[in-house]
């Protein structure tokens, strides 16, 4: 055999730029992780310029997290079906043009519309660009790749609290979307030159569940709908009961249909898996009370106080560092202690810190407690992706992946309408008795969390070594 055929019939060895792509990959999803918390220091200017309702104000937040975790694992399937560079680019070109339509926004509409089209591109990025991730690393490189991949939580919570302060006092908070136009188009350039052309499969080409999708996505935009008009119809009147039911029975239909379809969307079974379930509970917990507490936070500093979006985006800096210590405390220990104690103890740690501006309101109990509460809410993001991730084959683990990330953006959205509906007084600015209520609402739900993550969370496993 000549060298030429030895140098054909040879697997392909690993691409010798996928550390660079890793790198460009890596600020995309950081890019989709800040838009989260970014937004959250510049609501109150962007309520001020565009004389936003609250309800206009709150979908602002809920209705990006809220698309993104609808079409998230949608996404998933059309990188199946198409390939992962195509979804990529197409992902990052209509983040990058939804954010500049956001940025120009002069009307709530424009400014919703925006939102929903960055969740669109964030779904379409987000599992294409961690599809390429697994497939362009081997062995412990993919695990180092991997841990790179997990840390841009963290990292995005820290960033996006003081990226969005600096922007919002100094050019204006349509620099919190503009930002990620020059750093999009930059990022696709450079990975349509560097990406390989992998494409898919044809014989393995699932079929698309557009109506899976739609029934989810819906379900839930009802469902946080009824929780934003609970601000001002209140929470037993009947227009928040009828969208609630309707919630509910989209999600029963979603998942009679997941059942019957021959390509679902998601498996249902790995939900009644007690570590799956377990996992998406406390990624949807810990989301939500990230979110409920920036929310207050970034109202009552800058609303109550007076005080400016650089000086509020500085506040959160050790709320922000806090979350990453206890993510990065829970990693270390988790072997040992078990999910079931970290995961109890976490939420008892984040309710005692909610509490804290409960007893007193003022600035310093503000940030000590949701500096308290963030420790806990960082160790739970751990904690979940263990859990869940932990049991599940090889083979399913794509998919399970896929329903973590969806209940961390649902979190997002019920954490913002529900604090935005307990607090509305306090946010639009009539009084300070919502800021307490709202950090009532999340200690009382912390609490209920710790008991239930005692009764559902599974034991050490017997595997751990």
Same mark, same amino acid.
């Given at each position: 055999m000549t060298h030429e055929a030895v140098r054909q019939t040879s697997p392909p060895g690993p691409h010798p730029a996928r550390w660079r792509i890793l790198g460009f990959l890596g600020v995309a999803q950081l890019m989709l992780i800040l838009d989260v918390t970014v937004v959250a220091i510049a609501l109150p200017h962007i309520e001020t310029d565009l004389g936003l309702s609250r309800e206009a104000l709150t979908w602002t937040v809920s209705a990006y997290t809220l698309t993104f975790g609808g079409l998230m694992l949608l996404g998933g399937r059309i990188t199946d079906l198409v390939g992962a560079k195509r979804v990529v680019l197409a992902g990052l070109l209509v983040f990058t043009l939804a954010s500049l339509v956001t940025g120009l926004a002069g009307s709530a509409d424009i400014l919703v519309g925006g939102r929903i089209a960055q969740g669109v591109g964030a779904a379409l990025l987000s599992p294409s660009a961690l599809s390429l991730v697994v497939s362009l690393f081997d062995a412990e490189e993919r695990n180092k790749a991997l841990g790179v991949w997990s840390a841009l939580g963290g990292t995005g919570a820290a960033l996006g609290v003081l990226l969005g302060g600096l922007l919002t006092a100094g050019p204006g908070w349509s620099w919190v979307f503009y930002v990620n136009v020059p750093i999009g188009l930059v990022i696709a350039v450079m990975l349509a030159v560097l990406l390989p052309a992998r494409p898919p499969v044809a014989a393995e080409r699932p079929r698309l569940d557009i109506l899976g999708a739609l029934l989810v996505t819906a379900s839930s935009a009802s469902l946080i709908y009824g929780l934003i008009a609970a601000g001002e119809q209140g929470w037993l009147s009947a227009l928040t009961g009828w969208l609630v039911l309707a919630a509910a029975v989209g999600y029963v239909l979603f998942v009679l249909w997941q059942r019957r379809t021959r390509s679902p969307l998601m498996d249902v079974r790995l939900l009644v898996r007690r570590p799956v379930a377990t996992g998406a509970f406390l990624i949807l917990m810990a989301t939500a009370?990230?979110?409920?507490?920036?929310?207050?936070?970034?109202?009552?500093?800058?609303?109550?106080?007076?005080?400016? &979006?650089?000086?509020?985006?500085?506040?959160?800096?050790?709320?922000?560092? /806090?979350?990453?210590?206890?993510?990065?405390?829970?990693?270390?220990?988790?072997?040992?202690?078990?999910?079931?104690?970290?995961?109890?103890?976490?939420?008892?740690?984040?309710?005692?810190?909610?509490?804290?501006?409960?007893?007193?309101?003022?600035?310093?109990?503000?940030?000590?407690?949701?500096?308290?509460?963030?420790?806990?809410?960082?160790?739970?993001?751990?904690?979940?992706? /263990?859990?869940?991730?932990?049991?599940?084959?090889?083979?399913?683990?794509?998919? &399970?992946?896929?329903?973590?990330?969806?209940?961390?953006?649902?979190?997002?959205?019920?954490?913002?309408?529900?604090?935005?509906?307990?607090?509305?007084?306090?946010?639009?600015?009539?009084?300070?008795?919502?800021?307490?209520?709202?950090?009532?609402?999340?200690?009382?739900?912390? &609490?209920?969390?710790?008991? /239930?993550?005692?009764?559902?969370?599974?034991?050490?496993?017997?595997?751990?070594?």
């Open positions: 009370l990230m979110i409920a507490v920036f929310f207050l936070g970034t109202f009552y500093f800058q609303h109550a106080l007076g005080y400016g &979006a650089l000086q509020t985006g500085l506040l959160f800096l050790p709320v922000a560092l /806090a979350t990453m210590l206890g993510a990065n405390l829970t990693g270390r220990v988790l072997g040992r202690w078990g999910a079931r104690a970290l995961a109890v103890a976490s939420l008892i740690v984040a309710a005692i810190g909610l509490a804290v501006p409960v007893v007193t309101l003022t600035p310093v109990s503000v940030v000590v407690g949701v500096a308290v509460a963030a420790a806990g809410t960082g160790a739970m993001f751990v904690i979940a992706s /263990a859990t869940a991730l932990g049991q599940v084959a090889p083979h399913e683990a794509g998919i &399970a992946s896929g329903i973590v990330s969806t209940f961390h953006e649902f979190g997002a959205s019920i954490g913002a309408a529900v604090v935005s509906s307990v607090a509305a007084a306090s946010l639009m600015g009539t009084t300070l008795t919502g800021f307490t209520s709202g950090f009532i609402v999340a200690a009382v739900a912390a &609490a209920v969390g710790a008991v /239930a993550a005692a009764l559902v969370t599974p034991g050490r496993s017997t595997r751990q070594g």
